[in-house]
Every structure is written in C-alpha cells, then in structure tokens.
C-alpha cells in the first residue's frame, strides 16, 4: 500500500526558512515523479514544485522559483522542499504526491496518483 507522510511544518517568521520532508513506502520509490502542492484557506490546491525519479527534471511554481527547492533521495526514499525566505502568502497545507502513469514532471494535480495527509505552514509577519 502506497503511503506518503509530511512531515516538518510549523510556525515560522517571514524571511525565514523550513524544510518539509515526505517519507513515501509501498513503491519503488526511484521511478517515480514526486510533487508539492499547497493550499490555503479558502484557495485552490496551488502546484508548488515537481522532481522525476532521478531527480533530472525539477520544475517550480513562479511563485516560488528562487525561494523554494525541491529535492530527493532515493536511498531513504523520501522527498524534501527546502523554503528559504518565507512569506505569509506561504501559508497553506503542504501535500506530497507520487505520479506514477508519466516519466515527466506534472504541474495538473490530476495527474498524480497518491497523497499524503499534509503538513501545516504558517508564516507569521
């Protein structure tokens, strides 16, 4: 059975920074695309960044590029997004995700098969 857990949000000042971490069981971690995806109150679910199975192919949202990584490592199977200077537009339940169907990056949360539960960020100013 496929899990994904989030773990590593919390309360955090503006321009300061927090690493969010994703522990993924029951797949063969490696050969699959992983993504971070947030939501806010009262918003969408917001694309945030995407790695491939190798960690070739890294895309990002505009509204984090520069702020936000994203990264992996296979051999504890688990998948990161480092945040650096914050914002309080930031706040929003963070979700990981595995696509398991393309090699590619996805930026439609249609196309991802799994889901963790989330973890909360909160950017205070």
């Known amino acids: 059975q496929v899990q994904l857990v989030e773990s590593g949000g919390g309360l955090v000042q503006a321009g300061g920074s927090l690493r969010l971490s994703c522990a993924a069981s029951g797949l063969i971690f490696r050969s699959y695309t992983m993504g971070w995806f947030r939501q806010a109150p009262g918003k969408a679910r917001e694309f945030v960044a995407a790695?491939?199975?190798?960690?070739?192919?890294?895309d990002s949202a505009d509204s984090v590029k520069g702020r936000f990584t994203i990264s992996r490592d296979n051999g504890k199977n688990m998948v990161y997004l480092q945040m650096n200077s914050v914002k309080p537009e930031d706040t929003a339940v963070y979700c990981c995700a595995v696509e398991l169907r393309y090699g590619s990056t996805s930026r439609h949360e249609y196309r991802y098969d799994y889901w963790g539960q989330g973890t909360q960020v909160t950017v205070s100013s």
């Open positions: 790695i491939t199975g190798n960690g070739g192919n890294i």
